[in-house]
């Protein structure tokens, strides 16, 4: 069992950065890919990005490729998504989510490949 909880979240100009942190519990973290889910009012999940058990791949969607950057600590059992140059349609509850295997799916994560769930936590991209 994974239990997930994402900290970091609030209010952030255009422009500005965040760090969201997911901090996980449970054995042998580095059997599970991590992937992050923002869902916007109104609008379906969209995921954003993936990151392999060991850390050494990761998958990003088109919206967030080369603003995002995810990143893993097994040791501290951490994984991060950092985001830079936020824009409002970023505005949105992000979510990490963890794969009972190590691999990702490949391409843009997908929910139903999930099967662990954070809490969930508000993301605000507003001047």
């Known amino acids: 069992q994974l239990q997930l909880v994402e900290s970091g979240g609030g209010l952030v100009q255009p422009g500005g950065s965040l760090r969201l942190s997911c901090a996980a519990s449970g054995f042998t973290f580095e059997y599970y890919a991590i992937g992050w889910f923002r869902q916007a009012p109104g609008k379906e999940r969209e995921g954003l990005s993936c990151?392999?058990?060991?850390?050494?791949?990761?998958d990003y969607a088109d919206s967030v490729k080369g603003r995002f950057t995810i990143s893993r600590d097994n040791a501290k059992k951490m994984v991060y998504l950092q985001m830079n140059s936020l824009k409002p349609e970023d505005t949105a509850v992000y979510y990490c989510?963890?794969?009972?295997?190590?691999?990702?799916?490949?391409?843009?994560?997908?929910?139903?490949?999930?099967?662990?769930w954070g809490q969930g936590i508000q993301v605000t991209v507003s001047s």
């Open positions: 990151i392999y058990g060991s850390g050494g791949k990761t």
């Open positions: 989510a963890g794969q009972r295997r190590p691999v990702c799916s490949g391409g843009v994560p997908r929910g139903a490949h999930y099967d662990y």
